[in-house]
Nanobody
Framework: QVQLVEGGGGLVQPGGSLKLSCTAS????????MGWYRQAPGNQRESVAV???????NYADSVKGRFTISRDNAKNTVYLQMNSLKPEDTAVYFC?????????????????WGQGTQVTVSS
């Protein structure tokens, strides 16, 4: 069983910074992509940033130049450094991990989600 535990959310003023973290736990897990998604009230969940196992990154246009995603493969942990935060960044942020599972000659990619952490940007 894989669990994702998030931390680092909170209340910050516009222009401020926050760093989110998410650690995947489980025995002998192999993680493919990891990423951060967010969902504001009344909106659909959207991708914020994704990082591959090799370190390749992809960002939503709305956060490029302000957010940085990184990962520590030895710790099964992904981070999201958020700078120059804006009120429109307010949302619940969810961590995602794609876990690779092998069964005989078949390879499966299972999606796991964290419980979500609230980020509120307000003066």
């Amino acid at each position: 069983q894989v669990q994702l535990v998030e931390g680092g959310g909170g209340l910050v003023q516009p222009g401020g910074s926050l760093k989110l973290s998410c650690t995947a736990s489980g025995s002998s897990i192999s993680i493919n992509n990891m990423g951060w998604y967010r969902q504001a009230p009344g909106n659909q969940r959207e991708s914020v940033a994704v990082i591959t196992s090799g370190g390749g990154t992809n960002y939503a246009d709305s956060v490029k130049g302000r957010f940085t995603i990184s990962r520590d493969n030895a710790k099964n942990t992904v981070y999201l450094q958020m700078n120059s935060l804006k009120p429109e960044d307010t949302a619940v942020y969810f961590c995602n991990a794609v876990i690779v599972r092998y069964s005989g000659r078949l390879t499966y990619y299972d999606n796991y989600w964290g419980q979500g952490t609230q980020v509120t940007v307000s003066s």
